[in-house]
């Protein structure tokens, strides 16, 4: 890995390389991913029947500690080839090939990325600490964290106690890896983008290796049914939460271990770019851009303008105007992230998050449509209220239409309904997928609306 | 009369002489009161294919009670080279809750053998009262082997 020379930003690295020995001393060094060597300090360190919140204060005071070095450049600066020991004169204990604790993984899992700040510095803390019993230090004492988690204190006021009032947490530091960082809003069923395919081929190369994941057929950016069987398997082979969803700790886990999956040859030849990968998305979307898509994120600004009261409303056209630029322009200004115009990932995942938190406060004449769009894609394999209610309309308009085919209330989004959907696009929408998103969405409503308030 | 079904409970091998075998195996019970879990996950760092599970590893837990007499274990990797958990004896959970309390948990050793691949001996795998651990062992191909990986 290329070493960066003192970034401005401190970063999470890929992998870390330890020294099994003093400085001085003639030692092996070991290179590790960064999570598995705080997994193996914390396993060192610490005794996994601790209270969890002493678990995490210290975990957090590892981490900090290992950025600070790594952020100083405390060794290579001095002509190392290493970037910490193992000694616990110098360093933290790390035991090479030892067993780690599945408690203390999953925390780590949870918060790798994150470390102690000095409010009004930039550096990873150098968190000092010792075990407080046998060594008396200035810094966080292990035993006196397991006294403060009995009394009640979360590992933030555990770790004020020992590093003073003025310690911030920085979380979700980028990873500085081959890899994308977390997309900061959890990936789930409906959620659709570049980070959904980009995923899904992940997921799937992971497959071949792991054979009890199974494959998702269409790696087409839409995080579908099978999409979430895989991803349950993935959660379970690798000992997280089993939700199905990928937040934080499966994101970066997926990363990992496709990152370990690859072969040599993959790495030189066959690694596939995420831009090559087949995907409807594109990264981002600006002036002059159209399509299907362009309505979708047109959707999303129109809906969240009338939440804002941001004026005038625009028109969903399907092509990335003027109007379109200015009215995102605002919405970055309300986000306090850079004002282009441009609906880039950040821009994307603050719109999608604030549209799912406020779906039901978008005020009633923004589409004349109730009920609202629910805010994720209604999909093949889907099944929940939405799907029953959608089915419901189907229905009732298939009985007025001949064109559309009557379908079964099953509640699951199934090969029926899928055919009902894409019937109905095809008659009232330029284009259909067979995909429920908001613009097919307020099209069925729409039309379920107008036959059942006809006189 | 012929069983090789792996025993729930740790199973505990004869030796030749020596006292009596409920000795040191009641001897051990009664200082390791509580369990704790164990689960390997087995797998090759393959130069073509990456990291692959290793299935059908067999992976022997041991532990000497005294006297040659031994309290082991034996279990099988499944497709995604991980065993099914183990429970084993440890020392309660008290002792590692404040300082000073002496030895907080138990450790064991494991061998795993798969065939192509170079038998792997681990050692102080840490057994805390009612904890899981994770032993990962990354098996090196045989010397000698080929059309593996």
């Not at chain 2, 798969?114 to 032993?135: C, H, K, L, N």
Request: charged content about 20%; hydrophobic content about 35%; proline content about 6%.
């Amino acid at each position: 890995m290329a070493i960066i020379s003192r970034p401005d930003v401190p970063f999470i690295p890929e992998t870390i390389t330890v020294h099994l020995g003093d400085p001085d001393q003639p030692a092996e060094n070991v290179t590790v991913s960064f999570p598995d060597y705080i997994k193996n300090v914390a396993s060192s360190e610490l005794y996994p029947t601790w209270p969890e919140a002493a678990l995490r204060a210290n975990i957090l005071a590892q981490i900090s500690f290992a950025l600070n070095r790594i952020y100083t450049e405390w060794y290579r600066a001095q002509g190392y080839d290493f970037d910490i020991t193992n000694s616990t004169k110098f360093d933290q204990s790390f035991i090479k090939g030892r067993d780690f604790f599945q408690n203390i993984s999953r925390i780590v899992d949870e918060i790798f990325d994150s470390y102690i700040v000095r409010r009004g510095s930039k550096e990873p803390l150098f968190a000092a600490y010792c075990d407080g019993v046998e060594v008396e230090c200035e810094g966080l004492a292990q035993w006196g964290t397991v006294e403060l988690a009995n009394q009640g204190r979360i590992p933030y006021e555990i770790l004020q106690h020992y590093y003073g009032e003025d310690i911030d947490l920085v979380r979700d530091v980028p990873v500085n890896a081959n890899f994308e960082s977390y997309p900061l809003y959890p990936l789930r069923l409906g959620t659709f983008g570049r980070e959904v395919a980009i995923i899904q081929h992940e997921l799937n190369r992971i497959a071949e290796n792991y054979p009890a994941i199974p494959k998702i057929v269409n790696v087409d950016g839409i995080f579908s049914a099978d999409t979430e069987a895989a991803v349950r398997a993935f959660q379970r082979i690798f000992n997280l939460t089993e939700d199905g969803v990928i937040g934080n700790a499966t994101w970066y886990k997926i990363k990992y271990i496709y990152n370990s999956v690859k072969g040599l040859g993959e790495l030189f030849s066959e690694g596939i770019a995420p831009e090559e990968l087949e995907s409807p998305f594109e990264s981002v979307w600006q002036e002059g851009d159209f399509g299907v898509w362009v309505r979708l994120i047109q959707y999303y600004i129109r809906a969240l303008s009338c939440y804002y009261g941001i004026t005038p409303r625009i028109e969903i056209t399907g092509r990335f105007g003027p109007e379109t630029t200015e009215a995102v322009r605002k919405l970055q200004a309300i986000y306090g992230i850079p004002q282009d115009g441009v609906v880039d990932v950040q821009t994307w995942g603050r719109m999608y998050q604030d549209y799912r938190r406020n779906v039901n406060r978008i005020p009633a004449d923004c589409f004349n449509i109730s009920p609202i769009y629910p805010g994720y894609l209604i999909y093949r394999g889907m099944g929940d209220n939405n799907v029953r209610l959608i089915q419901t309309y189907l229905q009732r308009i298939a009985q007025a239409d001949p064109d559309i085919p009557d379908i079964t209330l099953t509640g699951v989004f199934d090969e029926q309904t899928a055919e009902a959907v894409r019937a109905f696009d095809r008659k009232y929408l330029e284009e259909g997928q067979g995909i429920i998103g908001p613009i097919t969405w307020n099209a069925i409503v729409a039309q379920y609306n107008r036959l059942t308030q006809a006189p | 009369m012929i069983d090789h079904q792996p025993d729930q409970r740790p199973a505990v091998t004869k030796a030749q002489n020596g006292p009596e075998i409920s000795e040191y195996f009641n001897t051990f019970m009664s200082a390791n009161p509580s369990t704790g879990t164990i689960v390997f996950e087995v797998h090759q760092d393959s130069p073509v294919r990456g990291r692959i599970p290793v299935p059908n590893a067999l992976v022997t837990i041991s532990r000497p009670l005294g006297g040659n007499y031994f309290i082991s274990k034996v279990v099988i990797t499944d497709e995604n080279g991980e065993t099914e958990p183990v429970e084993l004896p440890t020392v309660s959970r008290e002792r590692s809750l404040r300082p000073g309390e002496g030895r907080a948990s138990t450790t064991y050793r494991a061998s795993v053998e798969a065939p192509g691949y170079r038998r792997q001996d681990i050692y102080d795998i840490e057994i805390f009262d009612g904890i899981t651990s994770v032993q990962h062992v990354d098996l090196q191909l045989n010397a000698g082997t080929r059309g593996n990986g």
